[in-house]
């Protein structure tokens, strides 16, 4: 049976000083120039008895989409709050863009865009208002006007925020955090909440920004999210980081592309994993109650052979899914659990 | 320096739009102190002296006691029984009961003031018409001036009552607002100032501040004639002071609540009493004396004080220099400790 990546195994094999600057070419070459644009060290945060981030390394360069990953609670808002300037960590220091929030804190709100896990805007304010008034506080930065057509709210350009709905909000709250022209973009669960096509257009916005050399930090609880917009993931649980790559790197070291799911009857003897894992083609096996889940690597031959094996195993199968492997399987494979607890 | 204006005067903009957005606080500020002051104006209107209602019990000469009251007018009287007499004494009908005879016999309760002030008129009406020589000649100069009846006392109170409600509800409750809402943690996520956000409110406040003194005071001239005898000037430097103050106050009850609830709690505790002892609707010298000194520094009295002085009696600012030398420290002391107590995120 392979071993399903441990923690410890995924930090070792695409880890945090070689995931900086091993895979991502263009940015490494400007990295050994310009300072990173985010370097954070042993980052610390406790809350009372609970410790939301745990001595935390991370290191962005310029012009990356960096995404942090994890449950509810993995200490991902802290995170990006920290690095925003706006928690202060216990220890640990935060770098953005060669400067300190201590020193340097005005010069550095100039540069940075932000968008909050959850901010509800003045509710009588017509959007255009709320972006004019975000856009005063900036020395440079877009026209107002300009912004509403990329955020697409030029027909609501005149209405109160709040006869706005959640996905519009949304994007009047990213249409804030761009309004100052950042070099940094921050982006805390931007779509969450939002339907396939609301998300999608948010999307667009963020790759229109990356495609003018910004930087994002981006959290999510969508897999899809992290692998369309982010060159790098970390994945966080209880305050730190437990993988870090990219999101082919990641998924490739579940050592399978490929997920089988099934579930078998009620009433059927419990497979034993050894026996699933020496099907040909089958990389891992895990067993949770009456459902499987399989990686693989050939779809084509394990399939049957699974066929094959319960046929002699006698047993109903009520459920059979495959898939290609995402990075929902790395986080399951990595702690058990399933990213969004429902 | 205009890098610094501009926020300022977009976050102001943003507060004026958002109050004036809201029709419950265009209620509060500027409708509510009018229908107070119309209702209470009417209840306590000026009335013309009232009429003295006395009866005469039925025996000789009733009849010519209530021809003599009659022509002293101010009276209304008449004969009646014994038992109608005692009975509308009773109830209130009569203030009081006339006992002819050969010595005049007055019936009444001394405990009601209006019995009392029967008692010493009809005393005197009676015993100028049976022939009494007052040793020195008298005349009435009747007064009712401008300036010193009910709805000129109130006024002012309602106008410091209005300053104190505005400044403390607008700021708290907004303050308190935005930072439930993470408004504010966004806010400081941006290169605004800290300073630039609490000028604004300052800022919004002072332009709410001249329609909502002029809405009152112009309605109170309009329709009751009370007076500004002071300078225009003065009256304006104590309100600003006075709003500046309850600013200041609103700011630090509002600096660390978390919940609107909490902070209504909070503003309710700061102003009901000051609603009570600070002489809004009633003199705050009714207070026993040893209050008096606390009611004295408490800013809405001092703020009170100070518009009446103005309005009423045409006081300079000079000589109001203790009220409002008590305003100036409640505003400062307050800014000073909810800057430094103020919870941003
Ligand atoms: N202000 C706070 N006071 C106390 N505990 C806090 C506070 N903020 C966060 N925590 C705790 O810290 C931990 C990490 O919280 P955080 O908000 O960073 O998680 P998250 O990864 O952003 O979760 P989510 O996906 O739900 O947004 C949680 O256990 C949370 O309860
Ligand atoms: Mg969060």
């Known amino acids: 049976m392979t071993p399903v990546p441990s923690a410890s195994s995924a930090s070792a094999a695409p880890s945090a000083s070689a995931a900086t600057s091993a ?5 490494a070459s400007s990295a050994a120039s310009a300072p990173p644009a985010i370097r954070c060290r042993a980052l610390t945060k406790r809350y009372k008895d609970v410790l939301a981030v745990d001595g935390l390394d991370l290191d962005v360069p310029s012009g990356e989409c960096f995404g942090l990953l994890g449950p509810n609670g993995a200490g991902k808002t802290t995170t990006v709050e920290m690095i925003e300037g706006l928690v202060a960590p216990d220890s640990g220091t935060v770098e953005i863009l060669g400067l300190h929030w201590g020193r340097d804190a005005i010069a550095l709100r100039e540069r940075l865009g932000v968008a909050l896990q959850e901010t509800r805007l003045a509710e009588r304010l017509k959007v255009i208002e709320v972006i004019r008034l975000f ?27 709040d006869k706005l709905s959640g996905g519009q909000k949304q994007r009047l709250a990213i249409a804030c955090a761009l309004v100052g022209n950042p070099d940094v973009l921050f982006l805390d669960e931007p779509t969450t909440g939002l339907d396939p096509q609301s998300r999608r257009a948010l999307w667009d916005v963020v790759e229109e920004f990356k495609s003018r050399g910004g930087t994002v930090v981006l959290t999510t609880h969508y897999m899809e999210e992290a692998e369309r917009l982010c060159e790098r993931v970390a994945v966080m649980d209880h305050g730190r980081i437990i993988a870090l790559g990219s999101p082919r790197e990641l998924i490739a070291s579940l050592g399978a592309d490929h997920v089988v799911e099934f579930a078998l009857g009620s009433g059927a003897e419990p497979l034993p994993e050894a026996e699933l894992v020496a099907l040909p083609g089958v990389e891992s096996a895990r067993r949770d109650g009456p459902r499987y889940t399989l990686t693989v690597t050939e779809p084509h031959r394990a399939i049957p052979a699974l066929m094959g094996e319960l046929e002699r195993h006698g047993g109903e199968m009520t459920e059979l899914l495959t898939h290609h492997a995402t990075l929902e399987d790395l986080f399951l494979s990595l702690t058990g659990r399933h990213l969004r607890d429902t | ?93 009569v203030a009081l009961v006339v006992v002819p005879g050969d010595s005049l016999v007055y019936r009444y309760d001394p405990t009601r003031s209006e019995s009392r002030l029967a008692r010493i008129a009809t005393d005197d009406a009676l015993q100028q018409a049976l022939g009494r020589r007052n040793p020195r000649a008298t005349a009435d100069h009747i007064v009712t001036e401008r300036g010193a009846r009910y709805i000129d006392f109130l006024i002012p109170g309602l106008l410091g009552l209005n300053l104190m409600s505005t400044g403390m509800w607008g700021l708290g409750y ?17 290169p605004m100032r800290r300073s630039q956000y609490l000028l604004s409110f300052i800022a919004a406040r002072l332009v709410i501040l001249a329609p909502e003194v002029i809405v009152l005071l112009g309605f109170a001239a309009l329709a009751f004639g009370v007076p500004v005898r002071g300078s225009i000037l003065s009256l304006a430097v104590v309100v600003v002071l006075g709003a500046m103050c309850f600013a200041g106050l ?50 809405l009295t001092a703020l009170n004080d100070a518009l009446r002085g103005i309005m009423l009696q045409g006081a300079s600012l000079a000589s109001l220099a203790a009220p409002i030398g008590i305003c100036v420290v409640w505003g400062s002391v307050s800014f000073a400790v909810a800057l430094r107590t103020f919870r941003w995120i």
């Open chain 1, 23 to 27: 895979h991502h070419t263009d940015s």
């Open chain 2, 1 to 93: 320096m205009m890098n610094y204006l501009l926020p300022l005067k977009e976050l102001t903009l943003a507060r004026f739009r958002e109050q004036l957005r809201q029709p419950e606080v265009l209620f509060w500020v500027f409708a509510f102190p009018l229908l107070l002051a119309v209702a209470l104006g009417l209840a306590f209107r000026n009335r013309p002296p009232d009429v003295i209602h006395v009866a005469v019990e039925s025996g000789p000469r009733a009849e010519a006691l209530v021809a003599d009251l009659k022509a002293a007018g101010g009276f209304a009287a008449s004969v009646l029984s014994p038992e109608v007499a005692s009975e509308e004494l009773r109830t209130g009908q």
């Open chain 1, 135 to 161: 856009r005063s506080f900036y020395r440079a930065g877009h026209d107002p006007e300009e912004i509403l057509d990329l955020v697409e709210l030029r027909e609501k350009r005149d209405t109160w925020v």
């Open chain 2, 250 to 299: 609103g700011l630090l009850t509002a600096s660390r609540a978390q919940t609107v609830e909490a902070v209504s709690g909070l503003m309710n505790l700061v102003m009901l009493p000051m609603w009570v002892l600070s002489g809004v609707f009633f003199s705050s010298a009714k207070f026993p004396a040893a209050m008096q000194p606390f009611i004295r520094v408490l800013p």
């Open chain 2, 174 to 190: 907004a303050v308190v607002d935005a930072r439930r809402r993470k408004l504010m943690k966004r806010l400081l996520a941006s």
